[in-house]
């Protein structure tokens, strides 16, 4: 149950769960400016604490953060008659308002988990998830380093690229996880290029991660410029030269196959019916070259 929206004092709200929430500047300031234009529309979400009397705030940390932006003193709440599971879970069931980020939901969910001791089962009830949804959503924070998670909170780490980049970085090497967050902050890396940059750290070698891990933007400019090279050289060949490569690459091929092929014995079936597919393949383009040179 909640009672109409009231002025509250900022200084009043307790901010407990400001640490599940990911930061973003430009979205305060988009809000700063739509409440300076237009007041505070949507209130803010709070539940009374009892045992400590404090006005905890639920929903709503960003517009506190447009409102200080701007040196109001109140904000507009809506307090719901409610525990603070209750209202975790309405704020994670609730359809209306900014979507919280997958990060977020994990985050709120381990609140209710851990904080308030729900089990998963109850948590996925109440928000009407499957238990599945609520265990992959605590997944997503497991194995991701506390610096990656204020990175993501602080907003110069996205998301994904501390799900898909930063995790299976730390459970490989967590050494090379801890000096990349190191380095990322000022770095200015996209999403994109961080999962190019985690692409080739793959296929790598010991020595080259070493260096990749330190210096993540060098990589990247060096393989920016080895495009631009290759660009440049198709350009130039034209589709000449294009073919020219492509017969190289099929001669080079078929080179390192009669070296496997050499020491292999049996030879599987599937290779052993290989040559009539590549002898259809021969002629069809052999017939291609013979029209062109007869045209």
């Known amino acids: 149950m909640s009672t109409a929206p009231e002025e509250i004092d900022l200084h009043r709200l307790e901010l407990r769960f400001a640490g599940a929430r990911v930061v973003d500047g430009s979205a305060v300031e988009r809000l700063a400016r739509s409440i300076e234009a237009h007041g505070q529309i949507v209130p803010c979400i709070a539940v009374g604490d009892g045992a400590a009397g404090a006005v905890v705030l639920v929903d709503g940390y960003r517009r506190v953060a447009a409102l200080r932006r701007l040196g109001r003193d109140t ?26 980020a997958a990060i977020e939901e994990a985050l ?18 109440r928000c009407g998830r499957d238990v599945s949804w609520v265990s992959r959503r605590l997944a997503l924070l497991s194995g991701l380093p506390d610096a990656a998670l204020a990175g993501v909170r602080a907003g110069w780490l996205s998301s994904w690229a501390a799900v898909r980049v930063i995790v299976p970085l730390a459970r490989a090497n967590s050494g090379h996880a801890d000096r990349l967050l190191g380095v990322l902050r000022g770095a200015g890396l996209s999403t994109r ?8 750290y793959e296929k790598a070698g010991r020595a080259a991660r070493e260096h990749m891990v330190e210096a993540p933007r060098l990589l990247l400019d060096a393989l920016r410029e080895r495009g631009a090279l290759r660009d440049a050289a198709q350009l130039r060949d034209g589709p000449e030269g294009a073919c020219a490569a492509d017969l190289r690459i099929i001669e080079a091929v078929l080179a390192r196959l009669r070296r496997r092929l050499a020491g292999m014995s049996p030879v599987p ?17 052999a017939q291609v070259i013979g029209k062109e040179a007869e045209g």
């Open 269 to 285: 079936a599937f290779v052993q019916a290989a040559p009539s597919r590549l002898r259809w393949a021969a002629d069809a383009l």
């Open 75 to 100: 904000a507009r709440v809506e307090r719901w008659g409610c525990d603070l599971a209750a209202a975790l879970i309405g704020v994670l069931a609730r359809t209306q308002g900014r979507a919280l």
């Open 108 to 125: 709120v969910l381990r609140e209710l988990t851990g904080g308030l001791a729900l089990s998963q089962q109850e948590v996925a009830r």
């Open 193 to 200: 290029e961080l999962g190019r940059w985690l692409e080739h």
